[in-house]
């Protein structure tokens, strides 16, 4: 896995890029939250429960099914995000699908069970460029965990922050092609009126 900060990189920088009136607060939260829960699975470990079983780190909660079911529950409560349905159902199955997506770049552990409970084997990305984080939070303060901060500095935070400056940059020039037609429908009429009516 990246570590469980970085999970939080996809919705961060989305729901900043997209701004609140489409991704309100709340969902934002929810985003970060989802993008970050699958790895809950962690616990796993404590209860003796084998790395490649189903029940086991990127089994289950990193699948497919996993991925669509809980946005589409949550789509049900989308007021308490206060957005429509479709933007929560949206921004949190790709919250949620981003986790295991950036899983499958990492270059260890075993794969991502996508299909589960269609099948059990664990799949990876045709290209594993993340390092892979270690468990254990003492490993950071290692030149191995120094790679691993700039591995996904470099392969998911410059990309979000990239993404994150379109998205506001689009936002900007949205706004400023909403002038001229502010003028043609308000000003432009409203001056026509004041002359007709003041200046025959
Ligand atoms: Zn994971």
Redesign the pocket.
Same mark, same amino acid.
Do not use: K
């Given at each position: 896995?990246p570590t469980i900060v970085t999970h939080a990189a996809v919705p961060l920088c989305l729901g900043l890029g997209f701004g609140s009136r489409i991704i309100p607060p709340r969902l934002l939260l929810a985003g970060v939250a989802i993008a970050m829960l699958? !790895?809950a699975d962690v616990l796993a470990f404590k209860l003796g429960v084998a790395y490649g079983h189903v029940f086991g780190h990127?089994g289950f909660t @990193?699948s497919l099914l996993f991925a669509f079911a809980l946005p589409t529950l949550a789509m049900l409560f989308h007021r308490q995000f206060r957005a429509s349905a479709a933007t929560v159902w949206s921004f949190l199955l790709v919250s949620l699908l981003s @986790?295991s997506l950036l !899983?499958s770049l990492t270059t260890g552990g075993k794969g991502v069970g996508w299909l589960w409970p269609w099948r059990d084997e664990r799949f990876f990305a045709p290209w594993q460029v993340i390092r892979v984080a270690p468990f254990k939070l003492e490993a950071y303060l290692t030149a191995r965990g120094e790679a691993v901060i700039l591995s996904e500095l470099y392969w998911v935070w410059l990309p979000g922050v990239v993404l994150m400056l379109v998205l506001m940059g689009w936002r900007v020039w949205r706004r400023s092609s909403e002038i001229p037609s502010f003028l043609e429908t308000q000003i432009i009429p409203s001056v026509r009126v004041y002359k007709r009516c003041c200046f025959r």
């Open positions: 896995m699958p !790895d990127r @990193h @986790h !899983d």
